[in-house]
């Protein structure tokens, strides 16, 4: 969705900042589906490695907690507009839903990993889109939350 940008004395040119805040804004997306999906996962796992799995869970969702913020401001900084709502977020996600029930804790492992390695291989794409536009802040920020989701991918695959 292109939305109309606010005025700003940011020196980028206006297609860059346009780019660059719809890639923010689907990141944005893409991580807060991402957090609630693992924390679903934390809230409902259950077996014989509960108690670890559980932590993993909270631990790799506060990963993806963190920059959301940052993310929003960023796109507003541009002069754009941070679509960062439960239900813009599920509108424009571009991971798969949530399996309604597990059965295993491997399939528990199994959905998160894909997940995060979706939303991973996104961020890297939008930290090329953003690089070759010419807007190396919005980049640098995104190769921080790619390094993040590489390491909580890492977690959950040897976990798997």
Do not use: C
């Not at 923010?24 to 409902?44: E, R």
């Amino acid at each position: 969705m292109k939305n109309k940008l606010n005025v700003t004395a940011n020196n980028l040119p206006a297609r860059v900042r346009e780019r660059s805040v719809a890639a923010l804004n689907q990141v944005l997306a893409d991580l807060t589906d991402l957090w609630s999906q693992a924390k679903q996962a934390h809230w409902n796992v259950r077996g014989p490695k509960f108690y670890a799995l559980h932590k993993l869970f909270d631990e790799v969702a506060g990963m993806v907690e963190a920059p959301l913020d940052d993310i929003a401001e960023r796109a507003v900084a541009l002069g754009g507009t941070a679509r960062g709502t439960v239900r813009m977020a599920a509108a424009s996600s571009q991971l798969p839903e949530w399996p309604m029930a597990p059965a295993t804790e491997e399939a528990f492992t199994a959905a998160l990993k894909d997940r995060f390695a979706v939303a991973a291989n996104a961020v890297r794409a939008a930290i090329d889109a953003a690089a070759q536009a010419g807007d190396a802040d919005t980049a640098d920020l995104l190769t921080g939350i790619s390094r993040d989701l590489d390491k909580a991918l890492w977690f959950l695959e040897a976990s798997a």
